[in-house]
């Protein structure tokens, strides 16, 4: 299982850090278009979708904008615990919505932070940056991961941070999802791929029982091995994440 999900840090990557992103370093356009790279292939596509009708020609970006998607929510102050095993240690992740946004390629861009810990130890720290486009699709821009688990704390190999080293963001889930949609990008020379497997999903964890989920299989197109299955919950976001390394539910979710 990863340690990260669809819902990690570029904030050392482009040289800029949290405080850049208090003090409103960077300018962010009111209007921003993105271009997206025509969607991957995704190795054991259950629904055998092609995926090119997730994918719009265009994305704009308004300069307010709010990452509001009813699948995967992120108002700042909104914290979500799990808990679970990852490869049979007791595994505790605490995701929150951080104040303040990140401008990134003219987006202004919203910082979702997670703290990973086995057997009570921290073993990694992400952010994920996202925008939501005018039309409701959620964008990934950026990814930064702090490995804790030995040695020195060092940056993973997978950070990255849309407009740097070639990097561009890519769209990780669109606004009405539906079975066979591929979302697919390519960063830093790893590839992710989300195919949505079913919609209308009945989810049962210890934070409740949770009715019209999404289910989505994220994967490497590369090692198509290392697939998570991720449910999410209307107006809540991630529920559940099980891989064959182990499984997280959620057990606690505050709006803040």
């Given at each position: 299982?990863k340690?990260?999900?669809?819902?990690?840090?570029?904030?050392?990557?482009?040289?800029?850090?949290?405080?850049?992103?208090?003090?409103?370093?960077?300018?962010?356009?009111?209007?921003?278009?993105i271009?997206?790279?025509?969607?991957?292939?995704?190795?054991?596509?259950?629904?055998?979708?092609?995926?090119?009708?997730?994918?719009?020609?265009?994305?704009?970006?308004a300069?307010?904008?709010?990452?509001a998607?009813?699948?995967?929510?992120?108002?700042?102050?909104?914290?979500w615990?799990?808990?679970?095993y990852?490869?049979?240690?007791?595994?505790?992740?605490?995701?929150?919505?951080?104040?303040?946004?990140?401008?990134?390629?003219?987006?202004?861009?919203?910082a979702?932070?997670?703290?990973?810990?086995?057997?009570?130890?921290?073993?990694e720290?992400?952010?994920?940056?996202y925008?939501?486009?005018?039309a409701?699709?959620?964008?990934?821009?950026?990814?930064?991961?702090?490995?804790f688990?030995?040695?020195?704390?060092?940056?993973?190999?997978?950070?990255?941070?849309?407009?740097?080293?070639?990097?561009?963001?890519?769209?990780?889930?669109?606004?009405?999802?539906?079975?066979?949609m591929?979302?697919?990008?390519?960063?830093?020379?790893?590839?992710?791929?989300?195919?949505?497997?079913?919609?209308?999903?009945?989810?049962?964890?210890?934070?409740?029982?949770?009715?019209?989920c999404?289910?989505?299989?994220?994967?490497?197109?590369?090692?198509?091995?290392?697939e998570?299955?991720?449910?999410?919950?209307?107006?809540?976001?991630?529920?559940?994440?099980?891989?064959?390394?182990?499984?997280?539910?959620?057990?606690?979710?505050?709006?803040?």
């Open positions: 299982m340690a990260r999900h669809l819902l990690c840090f570029v904030l050392s990557l482009g040289g800029c850090g949290l405080s850049d992103v208090l003090s409103g370093k960077d300018e962010v356009s009111s209007s921003v278009a271009t997206p790279r025509p969607p991957l292939p995704a190795p054991g596509d259950p629904a055998g979708g092609s995926g090119d009708e997730a994918i719009p020609p265009e994305a704009t970006f300069e307010a904008n709010e990452v998607h009813s699948h995967l929510p992120m108002q700042p102050g909104m914290v615990v799990y808990e679970g990852d490869h049979l240690r007791f595994r505790r992740d605490v995701v929150r919505v951080l104040d303040g946004k990140r401008p990134i390629l003219g987006v202004a861009c919203t979702l932070s997670q703290e990973v810990t086995l057997d009570g130890r921290l073993v720290r992400t952010t994920l940056w925008a939501q486009d005018d409701g699709n959620v964008w990934q821009f950026g990814e930064e991961s702090m490995d688990s030995i040695g020195p704390v060092q940056i993973t190999a997978d950070s990255w941070e849309a407009g740097v080293d070639g990097n561009e963001p890519w769209m990780c889930l669109g606004a009405d999802p539906r079975p066979g591929v979302f697919a990008g390519i960063h830093s020379g790893h590839a992710d791929a989300v195919v949505v497997r079913a919609v209308g999903v009945l989810a049962d964890v210890p934070a409740g029982l949770f009715g019209d999404l289910e989505v299989v994220e994967s490497n197109p590369d090692d198509p091995e290392d998570d299955l991720i449910i999410y919950a209307p107006g809540v976001g991630l529920v559940s994440e099980e891989s064959i390394s182990g499984r997280i539910e959620l057990v606690s979710f505050s709006r803040g």
